[in-house]
């Protein structure tokens, strides 16, 4: 898989390099890259941002160096219906990134993400990069950052763990056990007894059906206390 990210702030995407993403860069399964926007500006200062028309606070990204980067990033090739790219707009205004979000991108071929800093981009940078690949508006979820980096790298991490090989298949089968739409059951480890604080007895009892139950019987009460709404659906 081929994932790509443009922003202002490509030192950001160096997380990516640590543990997970590293690993499979080096094994060739992934190829990463982050793209710098400043570097498909001609001017002396490198600028990216303008007013708004129709007046407002704050600035807008530019159109004209998102277009450069695109037509640099995305070679016009004859792509069809699954190897088309995905381009990835970061934004507070898109649908809510969720665990389907990640398995759906995980199967395609090529991603780029688009990450806006000030008051986000031209409109019509969206529209422009329809023309090049299939269009998502996505959010991390209902809270306000600063810009599309941090919302990138929490996708990219999510997507990238569930492309075969990236991680161990032990740990892939984790995340199965995961997706039946309700919280982790708590878990412990060693010592069975640590400052007075006792490991729940059934763990230690032996009786894997006695365990299997308490398990998800955990799972059900966590979800109905903190997440009531992943019940209804
Ligand atoms: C600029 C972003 C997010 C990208 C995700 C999430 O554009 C804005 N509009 C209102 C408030 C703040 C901004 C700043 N901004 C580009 C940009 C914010 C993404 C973002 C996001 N994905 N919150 N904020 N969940």
Redesign the pocket.
């Known amino acids: 898989m081929r994932i790509d990210a443009i922003s202002i702030f490509a030192d950001y995407f160096q997380a990516l390099d640590l543990s997970l993403l590293g690993k499979a860069q080096a094994s060739g399964i992934l190829d990463f890259k982050a793209h710098d926007l400043r570097d498909y500006t001609h001017d002396k200062h490198k600028t990216v941002d303008d007013t708004p028309y129709g007046g407002g606070a704050g600035m807008l990204m530019k159109p004209e160096p998102w277009g450069e980067a695109f037509d640099d990033i995305l070679s016009d090739d004859l792509n069809q219906t699954d190897d088309r790219p995905v381009i990835i707009f ?3 205004a ?1 649908e809510v990134f969720k665990q389907a979000t990640a398995h759906e991108l995980a199967q395609r071929k090529h991603l780029v993400f688009a ?7 031209d409109q019509r940078v969206v529209e422009y990069a329809a023309t090049k690949g299939e269009v998502r508006l ?11 980096e941090v ?1 990138a790298i929490a996708m990219i991490e999510a997507i990238a763990r569930l492309v075969p090989g990236v991680i161990g298949n032990a740990e892939s089968l984790i995340e199965e056990s995961h997706s039946d739409g309700l919280l982790e059951y708590p878990s412990y480890t060693k010592p069975s007894v640590w400052r007075g604080l006792e490991v729940p007895p059934v763990l230690l009892s032996g009786n894997h059906a006695a365990i299997a139950k308490w398990r998800h019987d955990q799972q059900v009460e966590r979800t109905r206390q903190v997440r009531p709404d992943l019940l209804d659906e």
């Open positions: 970061t934004s507070p898109g990450c806006g800093r000030y008051e986000g981009i996505i959010s991390i979820g209902d809270y306000v950052l600063n810009g599309g919302a």
